[in-house]
């Protein structure tokens, strides 16, 4: 059966065998005075010259090291009281917000190809992303991030490693169709050795 589009950034799916059977979300923060939007799903960096433990979304291909994926926020809006969101809203808020991260290195994630199919051959091989268009509020504040399959390269600083290809039935699992689903890995985070806090 054919695929057919659809974007939900990259969806936790699991860990690489020995990793822990558990969910490991980490605490950051995001800056109250941040007026960008991040979307459940959407990988994150560290934000440069903030002084704190401050993050922000991946949009540049070229930076290389990841804090993780972002799941959720406790936010505060200006005058009112916090309250948990999938996504953080391109608003400024009443107080710095609490950011949820998938930021183990052995995690795995589920993520759509940008357009034409990832096949088999690709697994082991890196590749970079597409933002899309950014991400919607409409049901559950999803990322509208891919990966890029034109960009699949042996190259070890894109940002993610083919692990292999979905193993579901149903939409995404068509390897010869435009739009599969595929299994990724983060390449170079803050737990890996060379990495740095900021790019």
Known sequence: ???TQAQFGFAH???????????QLSKYAIQSTYHTAIFFGDPVIAS????????????STTATTMVGIFQGCQYTPVGGVPGWLPWYPAAAAGADSTAYVIDAPNALFKVAALLTAVPATA??????????????TVGGGF????????????????A????YLYPGI??????TTNYNWVI???NNTLYQAGATGTV
Not at 160 to 163: E, G, P, T, V
Request: aromatic share 10%; proline share 6%.
């Open 1 to 3: 059966m054919a695929n």
């Open 13 to 23: 799916f699991g860990y690489l065998p020995g990793g822990a059977p558990d969910y």
């Open 48 to 59: 440069v010259g903030s002084g704190g433990n401050y993050i922000k979304p991946m949009v």
């Open 123 to 136: 697994v082991g091989n890196n590749a970079s992303f597409s933002t899309g268009a950014g991400g919607t």
């Open 143 to 158: 990322s509208t991030y891919t990966i890029d399959q034109s960009t699949l390269a042996s190259t070890n600083t894109l």
């Open 160 to 163: 993610f490693k083919i692990q």
């Open 170 to 175: 149903g939409n995404g699992s068509d390897p």
């Open 184 to 186: 990724v890995k983060m």
